[in-house]
Nanobody, 118 residues
């Protein structure tokens, strides 16, 4: 599976942004897709995930109620809709994939920068 993330940009606090991840290479039905982010000087952190087969989602507490992860099976796309953005959401956002039986995410795309100005 190859992943390509895009859609980042500069947005004011309180605004919205959607980042996208294009997945290609093989059938994704057995995969879990995730979004992670890494801010300067901080460790990479999990943001959200979605099971490709049944759509079950998980979110980090700071994203609950503001972010929505979704997938489009027809287009092999995964999205992260981010609303009510805060300056602390500023980070490089990565999409990743793992087999649903795996513990770790083995497949990563390049990051897309999201910057939230105050």
């Amino acid at each position: 599976v190859q992943l390509q993330a895009y859609g980042g940009g500069l947005v004011q606090a309180g605004g919205s942004l959607r980042v996208s991840c294009a997945a290609s290479g093989r059938t994704l039905s057995s995969y879990i897709m995730g979004w992670f982010r890494q801010a300067p000087g901080k460790e990479r952190e999990f943001v959200a995930s979605i099971s490709w087969s049944d759509g079950i989602t998980y979110y980090v507490d700071s994203a609950k109620g503001r972010f929505t992860i979704s997938r489009d099976s027809a287009k092999n796309m995964v999205y992260l809709q981010m609303n009510s953005l805060k300056p602390e959401d500023t980070a490089l956002y990565y999409c990743a994939a793992k087999n649903r039986y795996s513990v770790t995410y083995a497949l990563w795309g390049q990051g897309t920068q999201v910057t939230v100005s105050s």
